[in-house]
């Protein structure tokens, strides 16, 4: 609930505007019972129509206030349950792209999606509400109250007997249902999850004929949620019939004691009438106080999962913000390892979650580095340890001689360019996937372009370089989002290059014109290239070897052919003799 009125602050101004008119319209809502009795019990009886009509305007001057006023209290509400959501949303997407990648692991990006989505709807929907009801039926409970009181007193006293009945079984119901609304919310994340997982997977779906197995798998996730939905709305729902019980209850004895009050003369036909009109109210207003504590018990669960991602520590922390020098220093390598270990989840010292182990190397400005190995012995860690998606667990990367996490994360990333193993095509036109934001000339796109071998099937576009790719590039093959994703790193020039199996999708010539070109064209970049084939690494500077996390081999083509025994046997199974 502190995250609500953090971000509502801001807003308060707005908001006491919008409660002073607010209390001016249920004021009015307020005073037509009493001056329905007055008009029953001291108007009418003098026979005059005159007094009748006017105060039957007056009545209808209340009425149009009350309306007026609630309907633009209720705009103002909206408009502020916007901006605040607004800005909730806002500043849970930049935490998000601020969270380290051990934090985004533990999250998880389905619960983050839900989290930015639904979660903010329960905000949303409790801070509108809390605006239209929450001052309203707080005034009409206390303030019918307060009028019964002086109006009837016995039979206030009915109500005054219900009233801490009530709020007990409330506060009770509200008690249970948060924790269980924290449980749909987990349900949902679990769901959002597979629904991920098969739209982005339903080609491997359907060329495997798992559809229905998928479904299956969807609709217990589905049925789960369902039923934790279930479980916690019948908790919630338990007070409405409690409530309207009790007070229909009162309602009856209200009725009945007052039917025996006008009779033995101790009450009139309009105070009566008016008292019940109240009671209504009153009933009405307990049951908005009961909406109230449902709308808030999903969005405090909501708020608590929210809070749980903005107050999450920073871990990529800045050691010095100042003095990183970017010009070469004569002698220095370019990027170094020193005695890296990481494990995704350990701590310094639990060697065995490492998954990669005491790895060291050097890269000199403008060389190469061929990263090889089987799947899973440590080679995309590597390049996430080298643009600080996670920190070391222990041991150095040194850019120019400074510790990475010496260098503000903007500048240190500005200076890659880089292509993963599963990167993005976004949905917009193939210039802009290839200079993503930033400024550069048509010349310097077109140029990378061609660099990348992507300028002619991006010529054949009917409409070229505006030509609009589908969401995750669907339109283009699997060799077409590749070389696009290299013209995207080669743009700008950078000053480190990182391509990470960039060429899985591309046949020998493609690849090594490819490579070709980079060495040609980018001679003063610094390159680290993940591969799988022995091929495409053979004419870097150096090639690292990869097994099980650790390096078992480091030199050049010829001399891991000739000292290293698994580099030797990947060269031999994919290329023959080849020296």
């Known amino acids: 609930m502190k995250l609500i009125v953090r971000y509502c602050k801001p807003y308060a101004f707005r908001m006491l505007y919008g409660f002073l008119i607010k209390i001016l319209g249920t004021f009015a809502d307020l005073g037509l019972p009493w001056v329905l009795s007055y008009i029953l019990d001291n108007v009418v009886p003098l026979g005059e129509i005159r007094p009748v009509l006017y105060w039957g305007a007056f009545m209808l001057f209340l009425a149009v206030a009350a309306r007026y006023c609630n309907i633009w209290a209720n705009r103002k509400a909206s408009l502020v349950a916007r901006d605040v959501t607004r800005a909730v949303r806002h500043d849970l997407f930049v935490k998000t792209m601020d969270l380290s990648g051990s934090q985004t692991d533990t999250l998880h990006i389905p619960s983050l999606v839900s989290r930015m989505t639904s979660d903010t709807y329960n905000i949303h929907h409790m801070v509108g509400m809390m605006q239209r009801l929450g001052v309203r039926a707080p005034m009409i409970l206390v303030g019918g109250i307060i009028i019964t009181l002086t109006m009837e007193p016995v039979l206030t006293l009915v109500l005054v007997i219900l009233l801490p009945i009530l709020g007990g079984l409330i506060f009770y119901i509200s008690r249970k249902g948060i924790p269980l609304y924290k449980k749909v919310q987990s349900s949902m994340d679990s769901m959002v999850r597979i629904m991920r997982e098969n739209i982005s997977g339903i080609r491997v779906i359907k060329a495997l004929s798992k559809t229905e197995y998928e479904k299956n798998r969807f609709k217990d996730a589905n049925d789960g949620m369902l039923q934790r939905e279930l479980h916690a709305g019948s908790v919630m729902a338990l007070s409405g019939p409690l409530m309207g019980l009790l007070l229909n209850i009162g309602l009856t004895l209200v009725v009945i004691v007052g039917a025996y009050r006008v009779n033995a003369g101790a009450s009139e036909p309009g105070k009566i009438v008016a008292f019940l ?298 290329m023959g003799d080849v020296e």
């Open 277 to 574: 009109s109240y009671f209504t109210m009153i009933l009405n207003a307990v049951i908005m106080i009961n909406r109230i504590f449902m709308v808030s018990s999903k969005a405090t669960a909501s708020a608590g999962r929210i809070e749980e991602v903005l107050a999450a520590p920073k871990e990529l922390l800045l050691k010095e913000a100042d003095g990183f020098a970017t010009a070469p220093k004569k002698g220095v390598p370019h990027i170094e390892f020193k005695n890296v270990s990481f494990g995704y989840h350990a701590a310094p010292g639990e060697t065995e979650k490492y998954c990669v182990r005491d790895i060291s190397f050097r890269v000199y400005h403008g060389e190469s580095l061929g990263i090889i190995g089987a799947t899973g012995s440590g080679k995309t860690t590597l390049l996430n340890l080298l643009m600080r998606f996670y920190d070391v667990t222990e041991g150095q990367i040194l850019i120019d001689g400074k510790d990475i996490r010496e260098i503000p994360l903007t500048k240190l990333r500005d200076r890659f360019g880089v292509v993963f193993q599963n990167d993005v095509v976004f949905a917009d036109t193939l210039r802009e996937n290839i200079a993503f934001g930033r400024s550069m000339e048509d010349t310097e796109v077109s140029l990378a372009a061609e660099h990348a071998l992507a300028a002619g099937f991006i010529g054949g576009k009917e409409e070229g370089y505006l030509h609009k790719a589908a969401i995750k590039g669907a339109d283009l093959s699997g060799g077409q989002r590749q070389r696009l994703l290299v013209a995207r790193a080669l743009a700008g020039t950078p000053e480190m290059l990182l391509l990470d199996d960039a060429s899985s999708a591309l046949d020998y010539r493609t690849d090594a014109e490819i490579r070709k070109n980079i060495r040609e064209n980018y001679g003063d970049t610094t390159t680290i290239l993940v591969a799988q084939r022995a091929s495409s690494v053979m004419q870097m500077t150096n090639i690292l070897v990869l097994e099980e996390g650790e390096c078992i081999g480091y030199g050049t083509h010829g001399e891991l052919m000739e000292h290293c025994e698994v580099y030797h046997e990947i060269a031999t199974q994919q």
